[in-house]
């Protein structure tokens, strides 16, 4: 199993570098050409979400992003650390002042992912969020032939 772990500071401008470096290692790890874009899509998506979850609540932490490659299997997952609480836990005037704005931008996001990516996993808690990504891969004798 090989890793490539990609940490970058939650700017948006650093969200092209991680779609292109996703795209770049899927490739090479045999996942279908005919999906790449597919995975451009969903890093970028994820990779925004994890840059806006960061910027409301002004956390410095680097966004980071893993690219696993697996036998049959490759894999991205793409972490923040921004904390989730229950529902009207956020303190008034809190960075994010609007939850039902943020909680519905969250929501479409997460939608655009659930609809480019068949095996996608959502988790999120006290100490950030994950969302992992996976795609099928070919063999590389297939790949040849």
């Given at each position: 199993?090989a890793?490539v772990?990609l940490r970058?500071?939650?700017?948006?401008?650093?969200?092209?570098t991680?779609?292109l470096?996703?795209?770049?290692v899927a490739?090479?790890?045999g996942?279908?050409e005919?999906?790449l874009?597919?995975v451009?899509l969903?890093?970028g998506?994820?990779?925004?979400?994890?840059?806006?979850?960061?910027?409301?609540s002004g956390i410095?932490a680097?966004?980071k992003?893993l690219l696993?490659e697996?036998?049959k299997?490759?894999?991205?997952?793409v972490?923040?650390e921004a904390?989730?609480?229950?529902?009207g836990?956020k303190?008034?005037?809190?960075?994010?002042?609007?939850?039902d704005?943020e909680?519905e931008?969250?929501e479409?996001?997460?939608?655009?992912?659930?609809?480019?990516?068949?095996d996608?996993e959502v988790?999120?808690?006290?100490h950030?969020?994950l969302?992992?990504?996976t795609?099928?891969t070919?063999p590389?004798?297939?790949m040849l032939?």
């Amino acid at each position: 199993m090989a890793t490539v772990e990609l940490r970058f500071s939650a700017l948006p401008e650093h969200v092209r570098t991680a779609r292109l470096v996703a795209a770049a290692v899927a490739r090479r790890s045999g996942v279908d050409e005919a999906v790449l874009d597919e995975v451009r899509l969903a890093v970028g998506e994820a990779c925004t979400r994890a840059v806006g979850l960061h910027q409301s609540s002004g956390i410095t932490a680097p966004v980071k992003v893993l690219l696993i490659e697996e036998e049959k299997q490759f894999s991205i997952e793409v972490g923040d650390e921004a904390p989730r609480s229950a529902p009207g836990d956020k303190a008034p005037g809190a960075p994010g002042d609007d939850p039902d704005a943020e909680t519905e931008e969250d929501e479409m996001g997460l939608a655009v992912i659930s609809g480019l990516v068949d095996d996608v996993e959502v988790t999120a808690g006290e100490h950030g969020g994950l969302i992992r990504m996976t795609w099928p891969t070919t063999p590389p004798a297939a790949m040849l032939s």
